[in-house]
Structures are given as C-alpha cells and as structure tokens.
C-alpha cells in the first residue's frame, strides 16, 4: 500500500473558517427550513416543552457520535477515543482510526448522523407543527456539527473507489494498493 494523498481538511481550510462556514450554515439552514415549514404548516407555535428541547439539544452531539460509531462498530479495535477541548473550553470527543479501514464504510459512517439525525428533525417538525421552531434551531444546529463530515465526503468522493482511509496526526490518510505493473508480471 502506498499513500495517494493526505487530507486535512482544519489546515486546509483553518479551524476559524470552519467555525465561520458552520455558523453560516446554520444560519442558512435555518432560514430556508423555518420558511419552508411555515409555508406548509399553520397555526401557533408553543414552547411549553422548552426543558424537552434543552435537553435534546444537548442529546444532540452525543447522539451524533454514536451513529458516526455504529457504521465502524466492527471496526472499534482500530479506533481511539479521545476527549479535546475546542476553543479551549468545548468538551468534544475524538474518535481516530489508526488502522485502514475502507473508504465507502468511512464516507457512510460520515454521512449516517447528517442523514438520521435530520430525517428525524424534519419528520418531527411535519408530525408536531406547534414545535416547528424547535425542529428547526435542532436541525440548523446539526447540520451546523455535520458541515466538517460534509466537507470530507467531498474529498473523499473523489478518491479511488478501492482505497482505504487511515487517519494521522497529518490527516486523513487515503492508501490505495500497489498495482502490478508489466515489468512486476514479466519478472
């Protein structure tokens, strides 16, 4: 195996940008959902369960790291777990592969939480018109922690369809097999 190309999307882009990019797209996300639901759904909104949705948006991370887990669950003897603090003070958990794994159950397990998390937001908010406004601040708010998985993806859309993923302290690792070449076989 050899390494195609490293990918590291916080040096690439600078963890500030991200920040900046995400909060843009909370923003975003928010403002077309909120808009859209309220063309579609009428009437009073409510925020009697206000202490329901604290504690779901604090659910929310939690939640969103367990299904990056579930696709690579198999795979948990060639994870790491760690705890970081972003900007100092935000407890957030780290999980590191340090063992190749393949490239399409890595893209899935990147996209699991975006894809679940979200369905379930915007189902909720179609089922429970009154808490809309909730659903929505949720959902902005998730696809705000999705858009450095989103931004993998894309590089990694564009990788070999064979290669497998292995993450160091440089990035993401894209290792493809060697191939034989005509001088290999004649030998």
Not at 8 to 32: D, P, T
Not at 63 to 90: C, D, E, M, T, W
Request: net charge positive; proline share 5%; glycine share 4%.
């Amino acid at each position: 195996m050899h390494c195609w190309k490293t990918i590291n999307v916080q040096k690439k882009y600078g963890h500030e940008r991200i920040f900046l990019f995400s909060m843009i797209f909370v923003f975003a996300v928010f403002s077309c959902f909120y808009i859209s639901i309220n063309v579609f759904r009428h009437g009073p909104i409510s925020d009697r369960l206000f202490p329901l949705f604290v504690f779901a948006l604090v659910l929310t991370y939690p939640l969103h790291k367990l299904l990056h887990f579930i696709p690579i669950a198999r795979h948990r003897q060639r994870l790491r777990f760690s705890i970081v603090k972003q900007f100092g003070f935000i407890p957030t958990l780290n999980m590191k592969i340090h063992e190749p794994i393949m490239k399409s159950r890595y893209i899935v397990s990147l996209v699991i939480p975006f894809i679940v998390i979200n369905s379930l937001l915007i189902i909720g908010a179609m089922l429970f018109p009154s808490f809309r406004h909730y659903f929505a601040i949720l959902l902005s708010y998730h696809s705000g922690l999705c858009l450095i998985d989103l931004l993998y993806v894309r590089h990694l859309v564009k990788t070999p369809k064979k290669a497998l993923i292995e993450e160091t302290d440089k990035g993401f690792e894209i290792l493809i097999p060697h191939t034989k070449t005509r001088t290999d076989l004649s030998a």
